[in-house]
C-alpha cells in the first residue's frame, strides 16, 4: 500500500511521517513515535482510553485516522507537565486517588483538561456527562469526580 | 514506636505519579530490539472437530516469520490450574471446546502482518453440536468434554448440619425461589499482554500482566517441557486483573511463539478476543429453600447451586466451595443442607472474578431473606438482626472464626448513613423502594494445600544511603498493595515514603507469595514484610546501641532518625547509621517468611452492610439510585483514600452487575462482542449519593490489624439494589441483570391492562 507524507504535531513537536492511509493516530502515536501513554482498550471508540486531544478537542485517537491529523495539533498525556510540573489536574488524581490501575487515566485525564478548558466550572452532571464515554472499572468513578471539581472549584 | 504517622493516612501512592504522567510502561507498550508480534487463531466454533490446518498461503507473505500448529509444540500441549487438561493449541484430528480455543499462531514482523496472516490460515473443521447450558450438559447421553468427567461434572460441594427435614418439618413459614444469575466479564481495561524473548544462554523471559507469576511459569513448564529453572516469569503494572489474569492467560502461547520463532515476540489480545478468551463469573441457577419460626428465627435453610463451568476446571472447586459458605453469609442457621455443582459446557469459560462465587450466593440469600420478611411482614432489617451469627462463633470448617463480630456496629452506621426512608413525589409514576443487606466477605489467611503451597515471603533491604527496597511476588493490579507494603516499611523505619522503593511480582526475585486474588495481599505480604522489618531493624539498633553506648532496647525509630528513648538530642541519622552497618558488613537485607496460624486452606472473615434507596419509573422502567451506603469493617484502614477507592470501584461493579452486565452467548457463540453490547457502568450510572464508610475492628493477626477488603467491596450491592427495586414494585425478581425492560415487564404483569 503506498504510504503518505504527513506532518504530525504533536505536543508542540513536528515529525515528517510517512503512513500507510488505513493507521489510526493511535497506532502512529504508540508504535511510529513511542508515545506509548496513550492507551488502546478497544480499537472501537467504545472505551475513551486513547482519548487525545486534536485541536483541543477529545477524541478517539482510535477513530482518527493519521493522515487526518496531517498539520493539526494533537495534544497526549506526555505533553501536559511542563519540565516537570504536574499539571493542576495531575495533582488533583494524585491526592484523591483517582487512578489505580492507571489505564483509563491517560484518556480521562485529556479529556478532562478540555472539559475546563471549555467549561471552568462545571456542574457534577457536566462532568458526568463529559467523562460518560471514558470507561472506568476499577474507581467508581467517584474520586476522579472528586478530583476534577477540586481543580475546578480553585478556577484553574 | 511511639507514634504512627504513615499507617492510617491517605498517602499519595507510589505508581501514581508514572500513571498519571502517561510514564508507566504497561506490557503492552513494551518495545525490544527484534521484537516481532504474534497473533492466534482462534476457532469459530465452540465444539468442533479440526479436520485440516493449512498454512502455506500464511506462511508465504512477506514479513511472517512462522506459523505454529499443535505438531510444531514441544511437551505435552496441556497445562491448567486445577486440572491440567487445557490445550495450548488444538491439534488435526481434535475437538475444540469453546470459541476460545486456539487452533493456530502467527509470529510476524509487525501486528498488522500477523493479522493478516492469521486471517489467511485455512482451517478445515467438523462442526459438531455443542452443550450450551449445565442441564443440557448433564442430561443423559450428552457428550463429555472431558474423559474424566462423566456426565460433565467439574466438581461438586455439599454441606450437611443438623437436620434440614425436621427443622422444615417445624418450620412456621417457608420460603423458596430459583434465581438465575448470568456470565459477568472482568472488562478491565488492558487487555491480556506480554512480551517473551530468550536470553543469550537460552533462558525465556516472560513478562506479561497477569496476577500469578509463579502459576504461569508453572503452565509454561508443563505445557512446553521447559525446565522450571530455564523459565523467569515477570509481572508488569497490570491494568486491571479481577481475577482475568489469575489463570495463565497468552503466556503459554507467548512463551511458544518466542522459543520456535526465536525472536522476541508481543502478543496483545484484542478486545474482542479478551471477550472470548479468559475466564469470567461463573453463571448460576439457584434454588434456595429457608424455614423460620413465625417471630423470625431461621431453622433450616436448603439449596442447590448449578453453575456452568464453561470447558475447563481452572479455579471452578474453590468458585464452589466460596458460594457455599456464602449461602450461609452471616447469620447463624442450625441446619443446613446445600450442594454446588459445576457443569462443563461449551461455553465461554468460567473462572476467578472477584468474589469468586460469593456474589452470586449473596443475591439468592439476601433476596430470599427479604422474600421472607415479606412472608412474615416483617422489617426485613429486624429479621437479619434477629439472626446475627453470634460473636466467637465459627462459622464453617475453613473459617478460622477469629474475627470480632461487628454486625451491631455496622447496623448503627448504615441506618445513621441512610436517614429516613424518602417519600415519593406527588402524581409520579415513581415508586421508592428501600433495602439493607448484610455480609460476611472472606478473604485467604493460609495455604493452598491441594498444590502443596504454603508460605508467603517477602524481603527488605536497607542500602548504604538508607534508602529502602521492598521485594515481593505479589502482583499491583491497581489495588494498592504497592503503596500499602511502601507504607509498612516506611511505619517501620520511620522514613518518609519517598525513601521506599517497592519491587513486585518477579517469579525469581521476589520471595514466593503465590498468587494475587483471593484478597490475601496486605494479610500475607503485610505480615511477611513485618517479620523481615523486624530483623532488620534488630540488626540497626544492635549497631546503633553500640555507637551511642546504650542498649539496643532504649532506642527508638522516630523521623528518619535512630534516638535514645527521653534523650531525644542524642540520635543519629538512619542515613548515616545505614552506611556504617554497610562498612562494617552488618545484614541489611531480610527476607521475612509468614505461615498461618492452621495449614490447610483457611479464611479470615469480615463483616459488611450495604442500603440502597431507589426510585423506579413504573411509567419509563427507569431507575434511579438516590443513595447507596456501604460500611465495611476493614480491620484497619491503613490508606483511607485507597480504601474507599475499593468500596466506590466494588460498589459500581456490583451496581453493573445488578443492573447491566450480561455477556450472553447463543448456542456457543459470542453475541456481546464489545463494549457496545457489553455495558458497563459509566461515570453516569453512579447512584445520586454515594457513600462509604471504613470501620475497624482489628484483626488479632493481621498487620497493624488489617483485614483483606478488595473483594468486599463488590458482594453486597447487587442484592441491595435488587430488594430495594423489588420493595419499590413489589415483585420478586429472579434474574439479574435487571434493567428498563425488566422493570416495564414486571409492571405489566402486574397490571395487565395498562401500559
Known amino acids: 500500500m503506498t504510504r503518505h507524507s504527513l506532518v504530525l504535531k504533536v505536543n508542540g513537536e513536528s515529525h515528517a511521517l510517512q503512513v500507510e492511509p488505513h493507521r489510526s493516530l493511535l497506532d502512529v502515536l504508540r508504535e511510529e513515535l513511542g508515545l506509548t501513554g496513550t492507551k488502546k482498550g478497544c480499537d472501537a471508540g467504545d472505551c475513551g482510553a486513547c482519548t487525545v486531544l486534536l485541536d483541543g478537542a477529545p477524541v478517539n485517537a482510535c477513530l482518527v485516522l493519521a493522515v487526518q491529523a496531517d498539520g493539526r495539533e494533537v495534544s497526549t498525556i506526555e505533553g501536559v507537565a511542563r519540565d516537570g510540573q504536574l499539571h493542576p489536574l495531575q495533582e488533583a488524581f494524585i491526592e484523591h486517588g483517582a487512578a489505580q490501575c492507571g489505564f483509563c487515566t491517560p484518556g480521562i485525564l485529556m479529556n478532562s483538561i478540555a472539559l475546563l478548558r471549555e467549561t471552568p466550572s462545571p456542574t457534577r452532571t457536566e462532568i458526568q456527562e463529559a467523562l460518560s464515554g471514558n470507561l472506568c472499572r476499577c474507581t467508581g468513578y467517584v474520586q476522579i469526580i472528586e478530583a476534577i471539581e477540586s481543580v475546578a472549584g480553585a478556577g484553574k | ?755
Open chain 2, 1 to 755: 514506636m511511639t507514634h504512627e504517622s504513615i499507617i492510617g493516612k491517605g498517602v499519595q501512592r507510589v505508581d501514581a505519579r508514572g500513571k498519571v504522567t502517561g510514564q508507566t510502561k504497561y506490557a503492552g507498550d513494551m518495545q525490544m530490539p527484534g521484537m516481532h508480534h504474534g497473533k492466534i487463531v482462534f476457532s469459530p466454533h465452540p465444539r468442533a472437530r479440526v479436520l485440516e490446518i493449512d498454512c502455506r498461503a500464511a506462511q508465504a507473505m512477506p514479513g511472517v516469520k512462522t506459523v505454529i500448529t499443535a505438531r510444531d509444540l514441544p511437551g505435552t500441549n496441556r497445562y491448567g490450574y486445577d486440572v491440567a487438561h487445557r490445550p495450548v493449541l488444538i491439534p488435526e484430528g481434535e475437538e475444540t471446546r469453546y470459541i476460545g480455543d486456539a487452533v493456530a499462531m502467527v509470529v510476524a514482523a509487525s501486528a498488522e502482518l500477523a493479522s493478516r496472516a492469521a486471517a489467511a490460515v485455512v482451517v478445515r473443521y467438523e462442526v459438531l453440536p455443542a452443550l450450551t447450558s449445565p442441564r443440557q450438559a448433564m442430561a443423559a447421553g450428552a457428550y463429555q468434554l472431558h474423559a474424566e468427567a462423566a456426565g460433565n461434572r467439574c466438581c461438586t460441594r455439599e454441606f450437611v448440619l443438623g437436620d434440614v427435614a425436621a427443622a422444615f418439618g417445624k418450620a412456621e413459614v417457608v420460603v423458596e425461589h430459583t434465581y438465575f444469575t448470568p456470565r459477568q466479564e472482568q472488562a478491565f481495561l488492558e487487555t491480556e499482554a506480554g512480551l517473551a524473548y530468550q536470553d543469550d544462554a537460552g533462558v525465556l523471559h516472560v513478562i506479561s500482566s497477569l496476577q500469578d507469576p509463579y502459576g504461569v511459569a508453572d503452565d509454561i513448564h508443563l505445557a512446553l517441557a521447559i525446565p522450571k529453572s530455564r523459565i523467569h516469569v515477570k509481572g508488569t503494572i497490570v491494568g486491571g486483573g479481577f481475577g482475568g489474569k489469575l489463570n495463565t492467560t497468552i503466556q503459554v502461547h507467548l512463551a511458544a511463539m518466542t522459543c520456535l520463532a526465536k525472536v522476541p515476540v508481543m502478543l496483545v489480545l484484542s478486545r474482542e478476543e479478551s471477550f472470548v478468551f479468559h475466564p469470567k463469573r461463573h453463571p448460576t441457577e439457584i434454588r434456595l429453600k429457608l424455614g423460620a419460626g413465625r417471630d423470625g428465627t431461621l431453622h433450616a435453610l436448603e439449596g442447590e447451586v448449578i453453575a456452568d463451568a464453561g470447558p475447563y476446571s481452572g479455579r471452578s472447586p474453590e468458585v464452589l466451595g466460596l458460594t457455599m459458605s456464602a449461602l450461609l453469609g452471616p447469620y447463624l442457621i442450625p441446619n443446613v443442607a446445600t450442594r454446588a455443582e459445576a457443569i462443563y459446557t461449551n461455553n465461554l469459560d468460567s473462572g476467578a472474578f472477584r468474589g469468586f462465587g460469593a456474589p452470586q450466593a449473596a443475591i439468592a440469600r439476601e433476596c430470599l431473606l427479604d422474600k421472607l420478611a415479606r412472608a412474615l411482614a416483617m422489617d426485613p432489617l429486624s429479621l437479619r438482626r434477629k439472626n446475627f451469627i453470634a460473636p466467637g462463633a465459627r462459622p464453617t470448617s475453613t473459617m478460622l472464626g477469629d474475627s470480632p463480630v461487628s454486625l451491631e456496629l455496622l447496623t448503627e452506621r448504615i441506618v445513621e448513613h441512610m436517614g429516613p426512608r424518602p417519600s415519593a413525589p406527588a402524581n409520579s409514576s415513581k415508586r421508592i423502594g428501600r433495602a439493607i443487606c448484610f455480609d460476611m466477605p472472606v478473604f485467604d489467611v493460609g495455604a493452598i494445600p491441594v498444590l502443596g503451597k504454603s508460605g508467603v515471603g517477602a524481603t527488605v533491604e536497607v542500602h548504604s544511603d538508607g534508602g529502602v527496597s521492598v521485594y515481593a511476588g505479589g502482583t499491583e493490579l491497581g489495588q494498592g498493595i504497592t503503596t500499602i507494603l511502601a507504607q509498612m516499611a516506611a511505619e517501620q523505619f520511620a522514613l518518609p515514603l519517598e525513601r521506599i522503593r517497592v519491587e513486585m511480582s518477579d517469579s525469581w526475585t521476589s520471595p514466593r507469595a503465590g498468587r494475587t486474588s483471593a484478597s490475601r495481599l496486605t494479610y500475607g505480604l503485610g505480615n511477611a514484610l513485618l517479620l523481615a522489618t523486624g530483623r532488620v531493624r534488630k540488626t540497626l539498633l544492635a549497631r546503633a546501641g553500640q555507637m551511642l553506648e546504650v542498649a539496643a532496647d532504649d532506642l527508638l525509630f522516630e523521623d528518619a532518625e535512630i534516638r535514645i528513648k527521653g534523650v531525644p538530642a542524642k540520635a543519629l541519622a538512619f542515613a548515616d547509621l545505614a552506611q556504617v552497618c554497610w562498612d562494617r558488613g552488618d545484614q541489611l537485607r531480610e527476607e521475612g517468611w509468614f505461615r498461618s496460624a492452621e495449614d490447610r486452606y483457611m479464611y479470615g472473615h469480615t463483616f459488611m452492610a450495604a442500603a440502597a434507596d431507589v426510585a423506579v419509573d413504573t411509567a419509563t422502567g427507569e431507575i434511579e439510585i438516590l443513595k447507596l451506603a456501604n460500611v465495611l469493617d476493614m480491620g484497619r484502614v491503613l490508606n483511607p483514600v485507597m480504601a474507599y477507592g475499593q468500596l466506590y470501584g466494588g460498589a459500581i461493579q456490583s451496581l453493573g452487575y445488578g443492573l447491566m452486565e450480561n455477556m450472553v452467548t447463543v448456542d456457543g457463540l459470542q453475541k456481546t462482542p464489545s463494549f457496545a453490547e457489553y455495558a458497563i457502568p459509566t461515570a453516569l450510572d453512579i447512584p445520586q449519593q454515594f457513600l462509604a464508610e471504613g470501620v475497624e475492628t482489628p484483626y488479632p493477626t493481621g498487620p497493624y490489624g488489617a483485614k483483606g477488603i478488595g473483594e468486599a467491596a463488590l458482594n453486597c450491592t447487587t442484592p441491595t439494589l435488587l430488594n430495594a427495586i423489588a420493595d419499590a414494585l413489589g415483585v420478586e425478581i429472579n434474574a439479574i441483570p435487571f434493567a428498563q425492560e425488566h422493570v416495564l415487564a414486571a409492571v405489566r404483569e402486574q397490571n395487565p391492562t395498562s401500559v
